[in-house]
C-alpha cells in the first residue's frame, strides 16, 4: 500500500472519516474500516507498478477462483494522465484540509472536532464525504471496507464470480417477497 500520508494526516484523515460517517455501535466508521488506507492509496496510487487505480480480475477469491483482484492492471497513456492531474489535485486538497484541521484533531472532543472541519470548507468537506462512501462500500483490494465490514452491515456479499448468483437472488433481491 501507499504511504502518501505522514501520521499526523494520517491520524487526522481516519477521525474526520469517522466523523462524517460513524460507526453504528456493531460496524466501524469510515475511518474504522480503513477509510485512511484506501485515501492514502488512492493519494499515492502512482508511487507503484503498476498504479492501484483499477484492480485487476475476473475473480476476487471471495468465492471461488484465482484472487487477482489484486493485479493492478496497467493505465493507457492518456488514462495516467487523467489520473496523475486529478491526484494532483486531490492531493492538493487534502493537505491543506488535514493541515487545517491540525495534528490534534483526533483528540478533541466531538464538538471542537465539528466545528474545526465546518470550517474547512465545501471543496476539501465534499470530497472527503465522496471518498468515505467509496472506502466504505468499494471492494476491500483498495484499502477500504476492511474484512468487508460494510458489506456485512447492508447484507451484501461483494462480488459472485465464479459462483454467480442464484435465479432467485436475481428475480427476488434481498428484502422482496419471494413467492
Same mark, same amino acid.
Do not use: K
Given at each position: 500500500?501507499?504511504?502518501?500520508?505522514?501520521?499526523?494526516?494520517?491520524? /487526522? %484523515?481516519?477521525? @474526520? %472519516?469517522?466523523?462524517?460517517?460513524?460507526?453504528?455501535?456493531?460496524?466501524?466508521?469510515?475511518?474504522?474500516?480503513?477509510?485512511?488506507?484506501?485515501?492514502?492509496?488512492? %493519494?499515492?496510487?502512482?508511487?507503484?507498478?503498476?498504479?492501484?487505480?483499477? @484492480?485487476?480480475?475476473?475473480?476476487?477469491?471471495?468465492?471461488?477462483?484465482?484472487?487477482?483482484?489484486?493485479?493492478?492492471?496497467?493505465?493507457?497513456?492518456? &488514462?495516467?494522465?487523467?489520473?496523475?492531474?486529478?491526484?494532483?489535485?486531490?492531493? &492538493?486538497?487534502?493537505? @491543506?484540509?488535514?493541515?487545517?484541521?491540525?495534528?490534534?484533531?483526533?483528540?478533541?472532543?466531538?464538538?471542537?472536532?465539528? &466545528?474545526?472541519?465546518?470550517? /474547512?470548507?465545501?471543496?476539501?468537506?465534499?470530497?472527503?464525504?465522496?471518498?468515505?462512501?467509496? @472506502? %466504505?462500500?468499494?471492494?476491500?483490494?483498495?484499502?477500504?471496507?476492511?474484512?468487508?465490514?460494510?458489506?456485512?452491515?447492508?447484507?451484501?456479499?461483494?462480488?459472485?464470480?465464479?459462483?454467480?448468483? /442464484?435465479?432467485?437472488?436475481?428475480?427476488?433481491?434481498?428484502?422482496?417477497?419471494?413467492?
Amino acid at each position: 500500500m501507499a504511504h502518501w500520508l505522514d501520521d499526523d494526516r494520517y491520524r /487526522t %484523515l481516519a477521525a @474526520a %472519516l469517522d466523523d462524517l460517517i460513524p460507526g453504528d455501535g456493531v460496524s466501524p466508521g469510515a475511518g474504522g474500516a480503513g477509510g485512511a488506507d484506501y485515501v492514502d492509496g488512492l %493519494l499515492g496510487a502512482f508511487d507503484v507498478d503498476p498504479p492501484r487505480i483499477w @484492480a485487476g480480475g475476473p475473480f476476487s477469491g471471495r468465492h471461488g477462483g484465482n484472487a487477482s483482484y489484486g493485479n493492478f492492471l496497467e493505465l493507457g497513456p492518456w &488514462e495516467a494522465m487523467a489520473w496523475r492531474q486529478r491526484i494532483a489535485e486531490w492531493q &492538493e486538497i487534502y493537505a @491543506a484540509g488535514l493541515d487545517s484541521l491540525g495534528p490534534d484533531f483526533a483528540d478533541l472532543d466531538p464538538v471542537e472536532r465539528a &466545528e474545526r472541519l465546518t470550517g /474547512t470548507g465545501p471543496d476539501f468537506r465534499d470530497l472527503l464525504f465522496e471518498h468515505a462512501c467509496e @472506502a %466504505l462500500y468499494g471492494d476491500p483490494v483498495y484499502g477500504g471496507n476492511r474484512e468487508c465490514v460494510a458489506w456485512q452491515a447492508i447484507d451484501f456479499r461483494g462480488d459472485s464470480q465464479p459462483a454467480g448468483y /442464484t435465479d432467485a437472488e436475481v428475480a427476488f433481491p434481498h428484502g422482496t417477497d419471494r413467492p
